[in-house]
Nanobody, 120 residues
Framework: QVQLLESGGGLVQAGGSLRLSCAAS??????MGWFRQAPGKERDYVAA????????YYADSVKGRFTISRDNAKNTVYLQMNSLKPEDTAVYYC???????????????WGQGTQVTVSS
């Protein structure tokens, strides 16, 4: 049973940066990714990275601003968020799945979420 724990969320001004971390309870070869959900909106697939870091995915809305990475030695995946916008405000969830595509539909594990708030 893999447990995922997000951290790094908080309040930041528009244009600022945050770095989210997702620590797994044990080593994993899963594809890892990030989702977000804002109040009244559908959950969005934000970014994902394959187990070896060779393949990444970014939603168009964050491409060029966010960077996903992982450190398997630390069982941790990161989401570096730069040039943050108010529309990035959401609860961000870490998740694990078999592939980048399948992660979107059938995650194997979910974290509890961390709040990111971007003020104007």
């Amino acid at each position: 049973q893999v447990q995922l724990l997000e951290s790094g969320g908080g309040l930041v001004q528009a244009g600022g940066s945050l770095r989210l971390s997702c620590a797994a309870s044990e080593r994993t070869f899963y594809t890892m990714g990030w989702f977000r959900q804002a109040p009244g909106k559908e959950r969005d697939y934000v970014a994902a990275i394959s187990w070896n870091g060779a393949i990444t995915y970014y939603a168009d809305s964050v491409k060029g601003r966010f960077t996903i990475s992982r450190d398997n030695a630390k069982n941790t995946v990161y989401l570096q968020m730069n040039s943050l916008k108010p529309e990035d405000t959401a609860v961000y969830y870490c998740a694990a799945g078999r592939t980048i595509a399948e992660l979107n539909r059938t995650p194997a594990y979910w974290g509890q979420g961390t709040q990111v708030t971007v003020s104007s």
